[in-house]
T-cell receptor
């Protein structure tokens, strides 16, 4: 079964502090992992996908197959990073179905 | 550049009624997926269509159905509405099966 777990429902940090949003997954194969972000009053938008191995808005995420994790990190949080973050998994085999975690609400305090 | 558009934005129905939600994908995108997002949860997959054929179906009852038209737009139909169907319904489109999905703003469905 495909499952994505985001253990933290809420995460609060101060501006300039490092931030890590945790994501663990369960999938018997090689999945594709994504991070989606939803800013206040905006639509869900793609932040990162693991196969791109890029940094967006200072965020990075590395797929750790041994620990089945895809944690999202940023060394210095900014107030504009405050948003809802969802980790999602897409299995292989032709289906585009995304399996989402429940999300983590990040608040960056001034 | 227009993104994924969904209509209506809000809808109020009563139990037992039927509802149709509409989605227009990004121009050139051939795949449309539907998700249900209940308050406090992540989106949950309902249907996926690619080139007008159903490619996947989530764990939802037969009251839920969908279709994709030749212009790649899509409709989601829900019959015999229940209170538990109250949710945000999201549509996402992508160019093909290997590309990321782009989401619309959703339709907020409230069942009284």
């Amino acid at each position: 079964a495909q499952r994505v777990t985001q253990p933290e429902k809420l995460l609060s940090v101060f501006k300039g502090a490092p931030v890590e949003l945790k994501c663990n997954y369960s999938y018997s194969g090689s999945p594709e992992l994504f991070w989606y972000v939803q800013y206040s009053r905006q639509r869900l938008q793609l932040l990162l996908r693991h196969i791109s191995r890029e940094s967006i808005k200072g965020f990075t995420a590395d797929l750790n197959k041994g620990e089945t994790s895809f944690h999202l990190k940023k060394p210095f949080a900014q107030e504009e990073d405050s948003a809802m973050y969802y980790c999602a998994l897409r299995g292989q085999g032709g289906s585009e179905k995304l399996v989402f975690g429940k999300g983590t609400k990040l608040t960056v305090n001034p | 550049d227009a993104g994924v558009t969904q209509s209506p934005t809000h809808l109020i129905k009563t139990r037992g009624q039927q509802v149709t939600l509409r989605c227009s994908p990004i121009s050139g995108h051939k795949s449309v997926s539907w998700y249900q997002q209940v308050l406090g949860q992540g989106p949950q997959f309902i249907f996926q269509y690619y080139e007008k054929e159903e490619r996947g179906r989530g764990n939802f009852p037969d009251r839920f159905s969908a279709r994709q038209f030749p212009n790649y737009s899509s409709e989601l139909n829900v019959n015999a509405l229940l209170l538990g169907d109250s949710a945000l319904y999201l549509c996402a489109s992508s160019f093909d099966t290997n590309q990321p999905q782009h989401f619309g703003d959703g339709t907020r469905l409230s069942i009284l």
